[in-house]
C-alpha cells in the first residue's frame, strides 16, 4: 500500500512559475514508476509527465520544455518544476505511483496506475 501527498500548488500569475511536490508513504517509493496527470473542469484526466525506476522521463507535448519532473527515492518524493505557466495549465494537479511496466517506462494511462494523491490545486491567470 502507498500513500500519496501533493503539495505546491497555488495562484500564480502567467509566465510564473511553482514546484509540486508529492511524498509517498512506505518503503517500496523505488520500485514504482511516478506520474503527475492534471484534470480541468469538464475535462477527462491526462497525462503530464512521467518518471521511470530507472528515473527515465517523459512529458506531454503541451507542458514539454516548460515542465520538469524528477525523483528523490531517499526522501520518497517526486516533483514538477512548471515554468512559464499559461492559464491553459490550470487544473488539479495529482501524482499517481505505476508498480507495472520496466525500469526504463512510464505509462500515460490513468488506469494503468495503482495508487494515487488527492490532488492540488494550480491556477494561472492570465
Known amino acids: 500500500q502507498v500513500q500519496l501527498a501533493e503539495s505546491g500548488g497555488g495562484l500564480v500569475q502567467a509566465g510564473g512559475s511553482l514546484r509540486l511536490s508529492c511524498a509517498a508513504s512506505?518503503?517500496?517509493?523505488?520500485?514504482?514508476?511516478m506520474g503527475w496527470f492534471r484534470q480541468a473542469p469538464g475535462k477527462e484526466r491526462e497525462f503530464v509527465s512521467g518518471?521511470?525506476?530507472?528515473?527515465?522521463?517523459y512529458y506531454a507535448d503541451s507542458v514539454k520544455g516548460r515542465f520538469t519532473i524528477s525523483r528523490d527515492n531517499a526522501k520518497n518524493t517526486v516533483y514538477l518544476q512548471m515554468n512559464n505557466l499559461k492559464p491553459e495549465d490550470t487544473a488539479v494537479y495529482y501524482c499517481?505511483?505505476?508498480?507495472?511496466?520496466?525500469?526504463?517506462?512510464?505509462?500515460?494511462?490513468?488506469?494503468?496506475?495503482?495508487?494515487w494523491g488527492q490532488g492540488t490545486q494550480v491556477t494561472v491567470s492570465s
Open positions: 518518471i521511470s525506476r530507472g528515473g527515465r522521463t
Open positions: 499517481a505511483a505505476d508498480s507495472g511496466g520496466t525500469r526504463w517506462s512510464v505509462n500515460s494511462r490513468p488506469n494503468d496506475y495503482d495508487y
Open positions: 512506505g518503503r517500496t517509493f523505488s520500485s514504482y514508476a
